[in-house]
């Protein structure tokens, strides 16, 4: 067979929902949610499934993660539970080095700052995983050390990435390329490829409980190659991370109630843009009208507004929380919202890469994001390591006096969210939409689809998608009718259509009701959703 075939997919192919009753997992890609199975039948739990799965997308996936990366998550136990696995900058990054620019690099050392989500996967097991830690580790491991085939849509987005990396020159970019472009070329569909070094280190982490990561031998290779090759990473740096446990954010919307992680994360945009929404009837309008698309796309307008104009590290904020989600602040953005498209959303108070993967049992529910951000990140590769670090300091504004201004050991404004919901005190369960700025207007479709729409988690995900850019620019799916199209630019909207999926961010979700677990993956990725 030709492999070019596998990327090849000329008619639609709808999937249906999974259910079961004891266990469910889904992520974008299908060995990962493997991997989460084989802990289940091993005896473990939720918890258990969800770090394996993080873990084994490290390898399998390592276009959108990496050991790396940065994560957080949402527990239910009989409460919900939020996790910032997130790192700051570097000690000795400051303002400084970016004399003359007049945006963050988004390759280099620059934009690197410390990777969290291994202390992410230790403190989740400290306090819910039944298996011991090592057993986590053993797909992960055995995917790279023996290989596995490349998966159709992760060649695809390698390939895409072809031309961003192998340009990059310089010393500190050769271990990165040898590892994931070998022969000068990313990996096609079907393709076996695998990191011998990835298993060592995985080996590592999980030997040391993740101790060596940032106080041990890998720290101090991390830092050495900094040292080397004019990065500002330290041992320093990496020994002071700490993952922490943070309050859920929230809001009610219908009948439900949306839970997001709080900032630095840009899950409040989504709450923002559902409080606005909610004043509107939208069920009086059919899913694709062009009454529809154009409430739920102002709405997140003025929610980006906001966002970008006072989120930041929380130390950093001048508005609270509770002042963005006002409900009453939301019935003032309401008013400004007609049958012409906002050219330029304004911020109304003061005035002056991705994978996500949901695991559920009978007790646990658990929604994990965890990402490198552009793709593969920074494009730097510690050296016989296959840690690829992540490049979350673009996240950061060089604009003077702007609240996520970098600075030295700060947290970045952050794109990756999990969601969560729940009725009436009770779960429902976990879902999330990778892909940037795409992750809060994918929450909110979502969110609609299931509430104003009544879809089944599969059609909330598989409905055509749209993405508000900036200005009054919307980018919609090839799918969204045509009729809507044309409606949305007669109301003033500037409209692209795409026909990359992968624009549209990539969701998976698992509800709970009356006892049976539903969990669904879109057909935008390579994923699978699995249930017993």
Request: proline fraction near 6%; glycine fraction near 10%; hydrophobic fraction near 40%.
């Amino acid at each position: 067979m030709n492999k070019n075939t596998l990327t090849d997919y000329p008619y639609p192919s709808a999937r249906r929902v999974i259910m079961g009753k004891h266990c469910a997992v889904a992520t974008s890609q299908p060995l990962a949610t493997l991997a989460g199975m084989e802990m289940f039948w091993a005896g473990g739990n939720a918890v258990d499934a969800a770090i394996a799965m993080a873990i084994a997308l490290t390898v399998v996936e390592p276009t959108s993660n990496g050991i790396g990366s940065d994560a957080f998550a949402l527990v239910w136990d009989g409460k919900l539970h939020g996790l910032n696995a997130s790192g700051k900058s570097p000690q000795n990054l400051t303002i400084n080095q970016f004399d003359g620019m007049n945006t963050i690099p988004s390759k280099g050392w620059l934009p690197v700052t410390v990777p969290g989500a291994v202390s992410g996967w230790r403190i989740l097991w400290e306090r819910w995983g039944k298996l011991p830690f090592e057993q986590l580790f053993t797909p992960a491991i055995r995917y790279a050390e023996l290989g596995f085939p490349v998966s159709p849509i992760t060649a695809s987005a390698w390939k895409q990435a072809e031309t961003i990396y192998l340009s990059l020159s310089g010393r500190e970019f050769e271990p990165f390329k040898n590892v994931f472009f070998p022969n000068n070329r990313a990996p096609l569909a079907g393709e076996i490829w695998g990191s011998e070094i990835h298993g060592e280190t995985l080996r590592a982490i999980a030997q040391s409980g993740g101790d060596s990561f940032y106080q041990g031998k890998i720290a101090q290779s991390m830092a050495d190659f900094a040292a080397d090759t004019g990065g500002f990473l330290t041992t320093s740096d990496l020994a002071s991370h700490q993952a922490e446990w943070v309050e859920p954010i929230s809001t009610n919307y219908r009948n439900l109630t949306v839970w997001e992680i709080p900032p630095h994360t840009q899950g409040i945009a989504a709450l923002i843009a559902l409080n606005i929404l909610e004043g509107f009837e939208l069920s009086r309008y059919s899913r694709d009208s062009v009454e529809s698309y154009h409430l739920q796309i102002e709405v997140m307008k003025l929610a980006f507004a906001d966002v970008h104009r006072y989120i930041s590290d929380p130390g950093f904020m001048e508005v609270d929380v509770e002042q963005l989600l006002n409900k009453t602040y939301a019935t003032s953005r309401r008013e400004l919202i007609g049958e012409e498209a906002i050219f330029l959303a304004e911020p109304g108070l003061l005035k002056g890469g991705t994978v996500y993967l949901a695991a559920a049992d009978g007790e646990l529910m658990v929604s994990f994001i965890q990402s490198n951000y552009e793709g593969f990140g920074s494009g730097i590769l510690i050296p016989d390591t296959g840690i690829a670090l992540q490049n979350r300091g673009v996240g950061f504004t060089l604009e003077t006096g702007h609240p996520n201004q970098l600075a030295p050991s700060k947290r970045p404004f952050h794109t990756i969210i999990p969601g969560f919901l729940t009725q009436d005190g009770e779960p429902l369960g976990s879902f999330g939409v990778m892909g940037g700025h795409m992750q809060p207007q994918g929450h909110l479709q979502v969110v609609v689809n299931l509430t104003d729409y009544g879809m089944n988690p599969q059609a909330a995900l598989d409905a055509p998608r749209w993405q508000f850019l900036s200005g009054n620019q919307v980018l919609l799916e090839h799918t969204v009718p045509r009729h809507v199209a044309l409606a949305l630019a007669e109301w003033g909207h500037d409209i692209q259509i795409s026909a990359d999926g992968r624009e549209f961010g990539r969701g998976q979700i698992i509800l709970r009701d009356r006892g049976v677990l539903i969990a669904a993956s879109e057909p935008r990725a390579d994923g699978l959703a699995l249930a017993q």
